[in-house]
């Protein structure tokens, strides 16, 4: 089964993303959160790659037992940075080997906590994502997704150029994109349109994590570069000593939005859990899409 097969299914979405764990502790969080999701049947659930291609046997791990031992449909993210083409074909053919054959095809950042670093292509590697599109395409029946930016990628200098190299990963053959998280419906619905104007028609998923603290939020410009709505900063701001406050604030703006992405026709609401299923839980249970998900 592929993530476009299920998005082509009628009825509400929602996919989740996970991330491998480092600890035995960890893991029972992770498990604790499949386990509970699991019941609300997403559409598909993706798990990250370690930064700079470390611990890519976590990724490996988690995401065979997800395909042998649950219902779920695994994606299991991919970067370029730091492997050589050889290295590339091996982990897909270990991703092939356990039956996943769903990948969301990623360049990487530089290693590091410096988003301003140079990016360095390994010798034998690759440069962008275009290409593991293509490299994963040619190497069997795989259905492959990418990343898009709804302010751009901090690294494309202007909005046109950012378009056209997410239409040079679709021509490469990529199915579907997900964003980046976003923070209103008038974001996801600019970055779709452009990507429809330049020709790049496949589904754009929106990337969603309700963001409950003003310390969070300023992190994620940080490390993103993306711009913040100023209200929902200034909301946060105002109740920074009060984290039930906070929490309630950030709940409410990701409930809303996630209405009104339904209603601008998302064709799946992607949460970004880091392992844990209470705040997708509370979402979808505040748009009513718990009974009609369990079915
Ligand atoms: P690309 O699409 O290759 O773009 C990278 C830069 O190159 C952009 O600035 C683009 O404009 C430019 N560019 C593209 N093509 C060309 C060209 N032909 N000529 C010149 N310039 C070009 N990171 C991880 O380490 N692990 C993960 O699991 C992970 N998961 C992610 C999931 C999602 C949904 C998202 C949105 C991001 C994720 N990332 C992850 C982060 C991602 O790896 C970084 O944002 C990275 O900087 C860009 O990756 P990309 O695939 O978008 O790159």
Known sequence: VSVRERLSAPGPKFSVEFMPPRND??????????????SLHPAFVSVTYGAGG??????????????????????????AVGHSVAELRQVIGSYAAVGVTNILALRGDPPGDDPTAEWV??????????????????????SVGVAAY????????DVDTDTRFLVDKVRAGADYAITQMLFSAADYTGLRDRMLAAGADVPVIPGI???TSYQRLMRIHELSGQSIPADLAEELYAVRDDPAAGRAIGMDHAIRMSADLLSEGAPC?????????????????????TPALRR
Not at 55 to 61: A, C, Q
Not at 150 to 157: C, E
Not at 269 to 289: M, P, Q
């Open 269 to 289: 609401l992607h949460f970004y859990t880091f392992n844990r299923s209470k705040a997708t839980i509370e979402v979808l249970t505040a748009l009513g899409l």
């Open 209 to 211: 994590m309700p963001v």
């Open 54 to 79: 470390s611990h890519r046997g976590r990724t490996i791990r988690v995401t065979e037992r997800i395909a042998t031992e649950t219902t779920l449909l695994p994606v299991a993210h991919l970067t």
């Open 25 to 38: 502790g960890e893991e029972n969080v992770l498990w604790n959160a499949v386990r509970r999701l699991e």
């Open 121 to 142: 292509a390994h010798p034998e590697g690759l440069t962008y994502a275009s290409e593991l599109v293509r490299l994963t395409r040619s190497l069997g029946d795989f």
């Open 150 to 157: 709804p302010d751009t990628h901090p690294r494309s200098p």
